[in-house]
Nanobody, 125 residues
Framework: VQLQASGGGLVLPGGSLKLSCAASGFTSDYYTIGWFRQAPGKGREGVSYINADGRKFYENSVKGRFTISRDNDKNVIYLQMSSLKPEDSAVYYC????????????????????WGQGTLVTVSS
């Protein structure tokens, strides 16, 4: 089982990036997928989640700016990020947990079983 995150880079404030999380070794539509991020000197925080039942959730800090989606044919999960701010700068990770998760624990990174290696997003002028 592997997750590989990609798509990070340097972007101007107000710009957009699309992150990808390629899943291999399992069928991602049976899993809950979460995007997390970790800025230097800070803890890992949840960003957005797509539950195994297809429902999507966003943390308040990114609601209205980020969109999570899943391509079941390609086994890839995307995070479209728009109106980026300097405070969005972080290493972004995707994570997976088999089956549906209760909404109240989606943000808890320690409930996820599999993790990708992370991709760096830098928002700066």
């Amino acid at each position: 089982v592997q997750l590989q995150a990609s798509g990070g880079g340097l972007v101007l404030p107000g710009g957009s990036l699309k992150l990808s999380c390629a899943a291999s070794g399992f069928t991602s539509d049976y899993y809950t997928i979460g995007w997390f991020r970790q800025a230097p000197g800070k803890g890992r925080e949840g960003v957005s989640y797509i539950n195994a039942d297809g429902r999507k959730f966003y943390e308040n800090s990114v609601k209205g700016r980020f969109t999570i989606s899943r391509d079941n044919d390609k086994n890839v999960i995307y995070l479209q990020m728009s109106s980026l701010k300097p405070e969005d700068s972080a290493v972004y990770y995707c994570a997976a947990k088999y089956n549906r998760l209760p909404v109240g624990v989606l943000h808890q990174y320690n409930v996820y079983t599999y993790w990708g290696q992370g991709t760096l997003v830098t928002v700066s002028s």
